[in-house]
């Protein structure tokens, strides 16, 4: 294995082994390492040798912490925006390709997983929560929105869960991600060696991964459930924090910190996300694609991404300017603008 390459690819026993290689960047993911992934299993579908793919992060924070950030917002600043949309184009086509993909999909996630991680994880057919699990979305509060198929997947969690984790970036942790379906499996840390060793073996996929489960226990999010299935159901952001507000006067403390966390982030990005979530509901994988690209497409056109980039990522003031600064200055025809068709330039799916 080439410990300097950012991703590695290569097949043991029956299994093909992407290995996502930044641990110092929490691998994330670069332009590099998702034409490589894509490359990987392309070939692997086709080859009688891969009964399975089992997806892992390298060291012990992160399975992937999103995308590389950083480089695209320097891009889209220094003008370069056909080398950022190339990088969005191919992770979202990536996304599709795992959403399709003929073989089982074993991510094995146990640290961090979020934005594009989740992209390469949450689509495959095996979801695997170590102890250390944590998924979060958190788009939000950087000016940004939850991509990487969140259009399509967010809407089918259950009641209104999904739009509770778009609008508010919040993290989840093991138990909550099986009782969501963000994990399929639930596996303690000390097993997670052995199980992965299981896979390389050949061991049947289900047998080998309910062989290894366990019961993490209660989920945390099951007693706020009916908050958030009554205020997440709310005809808008506006109206999701009304709702939440009077829950708050009814002694709800969960209610109090999940609307002072969204008061603090981006009134565009809730406004999109808001959309998001709502169409998602009933489009295909693919057309939820094409969604999310039209929106990133746009994303470079105002402030809110560049400001959250540069208070949470760069100067980590947390004390981002956004604008407009209040929900009432979205109005209706900017929110639609960013799901505008792009014509000749729309993502091609197949």
């Known amino acids: 294995m080439d410990e300097n390459a950012e991703v590695t690819c290569e097949k043991h ?25 894509r490359r990987a299993l392309d070939a692997w579908a086709a080859d009688p040798e891969v009964s399975r793919i089992v997806v892992q992060g390298a060291g012990e924070k992160a399975f ?16 370069e925006r056909d080398e950022a949309l190339a990088f969005w184009r191919e992770e979202y086509q990536l996304n599709i ?8 999909y074993v991510s094995l996630i146990d640290g961090i997983v979020m934005g594009g991680g989740v992209g390469v994880s949450l689509h495959g057919s095996h979801r695997v929560a170590g102890e250390r699990y944590l998924f979060a979305m958190p788009e939000v509060g950087i000016g940004f929105f939850p991509d990487v198929g969140a259009t399509y997947a967010l809407p089918r969690l259950p009641g209104r ?3 509770y984790l778009a609008l508010t970036g919040e993290r989840v942790k093991q138990a909550d991600a099986v009782m969501l379906g963000l994990a399929t499996h639930a596996v303690p840390s000390a097993a997670m060696e052995s199980l992965r060793q299981a896979l390389i073996a050949g061991e049947p996929v289900d047998e080998a991964l309910a062989k290894a489960s366990f019961d993490p226990g209660p989920a ?3 007693p706020e459930r009916a908050v958030i299935d009554s205020c997440f159901s709310a005809g808008s952001v506006a109206g999701v924090l009304e709702c939440l507000d009077e829950a708050v006067d009814q002694g709800s403390e969960f209610a ?6 969204m008061r603090a982030k981006s009134p565009t990005s809730m406004s999109i996300a808001f959309e998001q979530v709502r169409r998602g509901a009933s489009l295909s994988f693919e057309d939820a694609m094409r969604t999310e690209f039209r929106i990133v497409s746009r994303i470079g056109d105002g402030r809110d991404f560049f400001e959250g980039v540069r208070a949470v990522l760069v100067d980590k003031d947390n004390q981002p300017r956004w604008d407009p600064a209040t929900l009432e200055g979205v109005t209706r025809e900017a929110v639609e603008r960013y799901f505008a068709g792009l014509g000749a ?4 799916t197949r």
Not at 64 to 79: F, H, K, N, V
Request: proline fraction near 6%; glycine fraction near 10%; include cysteine.
């Open 345 to 348: 330039h729309e993502l091609e």
């Open 97 to 104: 390709r795992i959403k399709h993909y003929p073989k089982p």
């Open 64 to 79: 992937c912490a999103g995308g590389d950030i950083r480089r695209l917002t320097d891009l889209l600043q220094a003008g």
């Open 161 to 163: 869960t999904g739009m």
């Open 256 to 261: 109090a910190r999940t609307a002072a966390g």
């Open 13 to 37: 026993g029956a299994a093909g082994i992407i290995t996502l290689n930044r641990p110092r960047a929490l691998n994330a993911l670069t332009l590099t390492m998702v034409r490589e992934m």
């Open 220 to 222: 945390p999010l099951s």
